[in-house]
């Protein structure tokens, strides 16, 4: 996503006039110019070691040719080269020689110069992952090619006009990472059943609840021109893993290059690229449907129309500021205790040195890796190219994370490219590693510390500020017709789970009952779709729940929400509820009887009503002193009904959302904007918050 902010851009006619004195006294415009190249990187040798895959791979042919794609650009101050390498992943140590062969020929300083990886997973292997050593022949060979590219890019400088523009392509990406359910969860390569989420689950699993992140749908595209009106080059940035292509192969990244070059009826000496966005989590595959049969041409194509609705949108500019800021960040790998990698010592004994042959000898070899190298130091930059700001980030950076920084970014518009200028593994979110899976089994894949994502967001944003010379952006939360309805109704608390992260659930209503977030959630997935609301994220509550704590309450309450059930009816032994009476300070909000696909306000109360799973369900419960009812959806009359015996209603005093504080039966699935009041609401009250939250 192409973050739109309120834009301090500069029309063209008026970047024109920032002058620059000559040695004369006369003033000149000041000159934006710029130079492309594309140098084939096709391994001359075969066949050739490809990685990407658990176990190493070899490919005697080159399906379509390779290349180091180098876009150089010079305002009359600064000069910057930004790179894209048709390959899976590339070691900074490798990029680092590149780099300084290219500063000898060109005079940029290294510092200035960004290298990131398409991530094709058909590309020669320039790096040791998993099961897949280095091709030490082609490691030798690719950093001079990517030198000579930038050299001849440089060669190229010329006058040229630049813009940018992007569309939210939703269609061509997808979280490929699902959330199981607790009772049908895998095994880790450890042994251990800790995988409650993992990627690729297969289509339409029942197995699978849901995804476990959002989508960053934006496929922005920076252009480059001649001041007449030629296209010189182009720089794409989109958020998907990679297709899948026999190697050696450029993958869809090559076929949008040359798809793209045609559709604006570029000359030969044109240079496009795709650059790989924050797609750690993200695959074209919709696992949700059946299985798709489209192919990587039609994929490529696809693409290539969203990208050219972008292009056509550009408003070009005749000279923009440049400047990048970089920085480097020590951090910690999470290695194995005396146990694993004892356990790692006696798989790997035996193997004498060989490759891996299965996933656990896989995983056995990078606990010794670890324990060898338990500190890395990242190389993490920001891109200035004038309100266009771009983050560079050596890893495989998961959806949400790109979502946050472009969130807070002071630019008018930001991108994130990750696998640039080193390789450093996967950094999910702290609260997915919680959830397990492949993309956190530590491994160089997946090494660094559990609270290395907020780190290098923190230092992101920093840079983008020093970059930019702004401050960043503060993260607001939209208000649509639903919330200005509930706000209308004076709630006691109103936490509308639109966070990013926890562990703060923040409360809405102006009275600071804010919540805190336990282990067990994911952030930001899709919620209800509310009138008002582009985007209305919502938490997945995967075992966990939020607390927080509410004094004061009279005899009568009020409980509203959103909630989407996760579990089919044959779940067993995950049974919860959506409202529950343990103790007379508590009150439960979250859980389904899932058994038995039903509603259920339980306590004294015996009430059941019929649901669908994994569709949105507003429903109000109204306790008045013993009298409870229970309203679904906006019915005129409530779908459970009756008396509590006993006396008055204590106040709930503590409140559990997302599970039982006295069970391990917790709901399973997401709830979103929970209003509670200290009243009964009337019918006609719920009715119109309804008819609010209704498109």
Known sequence: MFMAKASSMLPAAVAALFLIPLADGAPAAKVFR???????????????????????????????????????????????????????????????????????????????????????????????????????????????????????????????????????????????????????????????????????????????????????????????????????????????????????????????????????????????????????DQMWMDYGQPKSGITLDAYAEGVTRYAHEAYQKIEYRDWAPLGVAETTLSLRRRTPDEQRLAWAREITAPMNGQSPRNQQEVYALEQIYLHEQPVRELKLQAVRIGDLGITAIPHEVFAITGLKLKAQSPSAATFNIELANGAEGYIPPPEQHKLGGYTTWPARTAALEVQAEPKIVETLITLLEKVSGKPRYPVAEAQGLYAQAVLASKPAAYWRFSEFNGPIARDSSGRDHHGTYEDGVAFYLPGPRLPGQQINPAPHFAGGRMTASIDGFPNSYSVEMWFWNGLPNDARGVTGYLFSRGAADALGIGGIDSGAGKLIFAGALEGKTEIQRTTWNHVVMVRDRQRVRVFLSGSDSPEIAGEVPGGPANHPGRVFVGGRHDSAANFEGKIDEVAIYDRALTQADIAEHFRAGRL
């Open 34 to 280: 710029a130079g492309a190249y594309a140098a084939d990187v096709s391994p001359t040798k075969l066949p050739v070691v490809v990685n990407g895959m658990f176990l190493a791979r070899t490919a005697d042919r080159v399906t379509d040719p390779i290349h180091a794609r180098c876009l150089v650009l010079d305002d009359g101050e600064t000069r910057l080269a930004l790179v894209v390498v048709d390959s899976c992943m590339m070691p900074r140590e490798l990029l680092d020689r590149a780099k300084q062969m290219a500063s000898r020929k060109t005079g940029i300083p290294t510092a200035r110069m960004l290298i990131s990886a398409t991530h094709t997973h058909s590309a020669p292997s320039a790096i040791g992952v998993l099961g897949s050593p280095p091709d030490h022949e082609y490691v030798a060979f690719l950093p001079g090619r990517i030198a000579e590219g930038i050299e001849q890019a440089a060669r190229r400088l010329a006058p040229a006009r630049i813009g940018w523009s992007s569309v939210d392509d939703y269609e061509h990406t997808y979280c490929r990472r699902w959330i199981y359910r607790p009772d049908k969860m895998p095994v880790d390569p450890f042994g251990a059943p800790t995988v409650r989420a993992n990627m690729h689950p297969g289509y339409q699993n029942p197995n699978a609840i849901g995804p476990s992140g959002p989508v960053d749908p934006g496929l922005t595209v920076v252009s480059i021109q001649s001041p007449q009106g030629e296209p010189m080059a182009l720089l794409a940035n989109y958020s998907m893993h990679y297709f899948g292509s026999t190697p050696v192969s450029a993958d869809y990244y090559g076929l949008f290059a040359e798809k793209i070059a045609r559709r604006i009826g570029a000359s030969r000496q044109f240079v496009a690229m795709m650059s790989q966005g924050t797609s750690g």
